[in-house]
């Protein structure tokens, strides 16, 4: 049994192609104005057509292990949250074992959007506290770009591709993950989805360019969830660790739209300096967008011993989440 579960390494990859806002102002109706003030976002990264995610994955789970000190060998589990596989058979979690040569690990895709490495980091947690696993690699990679539907402004405005990865362990050292709060509501799945390309309506040559083979978006009703969502998982995961918002560091939002993220901090009477911010950089990259701002705040020094964090993300399902980690 362990009773502290730590975060030992961090990494992050993103396409080196970038799309800015003023190329999208020659795609579709659209200006960096409307860009820059709705959402926050100045440009994201989009995979050339030879990577998928797995490769992205590969690379920031290169370097998440490499600050770990930790050999693929030494991977007991990868736990992967994607809803942009590499394919629908098998998991991407299996071609990332592959890729990596991580042979000793036990590996599974979780489907939690945007949420996906708050559930991951959470089940790594409970495997390592129970004693059945002792290294968890968790990752989040979404290649969003490919969902995307181009001549939709109102959704291909908002995404991009990209990776994120932590290494846990269990440690006799007080700190690491403190606890987690997950929760979902699934009656509100029809605000933001890809309608086709499951079993109920397979891809086929009767539905080729139909705008349902894309993410689907009621932007304005996912908004107002998502503030709400996110403020409470916020407050209940500090009531859960009998914490108050002034001992929080540091707040890694999911980074889907700055407004969003500007009223969780308001509600939660968070300072915006204590609030980790890249949406303008990366767009929403849905499960990887977490695990990047990690990285990103863990390599620029944002994050000292002994902080405290919060993450918190909310996503398509709906799911959302929170954890408070020390670090
Ligand atoms: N450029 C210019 N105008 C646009 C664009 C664009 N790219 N997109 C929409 N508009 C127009 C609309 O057509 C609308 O015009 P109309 O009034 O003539 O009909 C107008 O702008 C306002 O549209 P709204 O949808 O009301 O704009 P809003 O302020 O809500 O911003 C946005 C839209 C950015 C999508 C916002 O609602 C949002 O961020 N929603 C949440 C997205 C999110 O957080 N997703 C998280 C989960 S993602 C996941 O799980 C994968």
Known sequence: ??????????????????????????????????ITERTGIKERHIAPKDKVGSDYACLASQRAMQMAGVTADEIDMIILGTVTPDAPLPSTACILQDKLGAKNAAVMDIVAA??????????????????????????????????????????????GDGAGAAVLRGSDKPGGIINAYLKSNGSLAHLLQIPMGGSRIPLDASNVGHEDRYIRMKGSEVFKAAVKAMSEAATKILKICELESKDIKLMIPHQANIRIIEATAKRLKLPMDRVYVNVHKYGNTSAASIPIALDEAVREGRIK??????????GAGFTWGATIIEW
């Not at 579960?5 to 409307?34: C, F, H």
């Open 1 to 34: 049994m362990q009773k502290y579960i730590r975060i030992i390494g961090t990494g992050s990859a993103a396409p080196d192609q970038i799309l800015t806002n003023v190329d999208l102002e020659k795609m579709v109706e659209t200006s960096d104005k409307w």
């Open 114 to 159: 945007c949420s996906g490495f708050i559930y991951g980091l959470s089940i790594a947690r409970a495997l390592i506290m129970i004693g059945q696993v002792k290294t968890v690699l968790v990752v989040g990679v979404e290649v969003l770009s490919r969902f995307v539907n181009w001549s939709d402004r109102n959704t291909c405005v908002l995404f």
């Open 305 to 314: 011993k002994g902080d405290k964090i919060m993450l918190v993300a909310f």
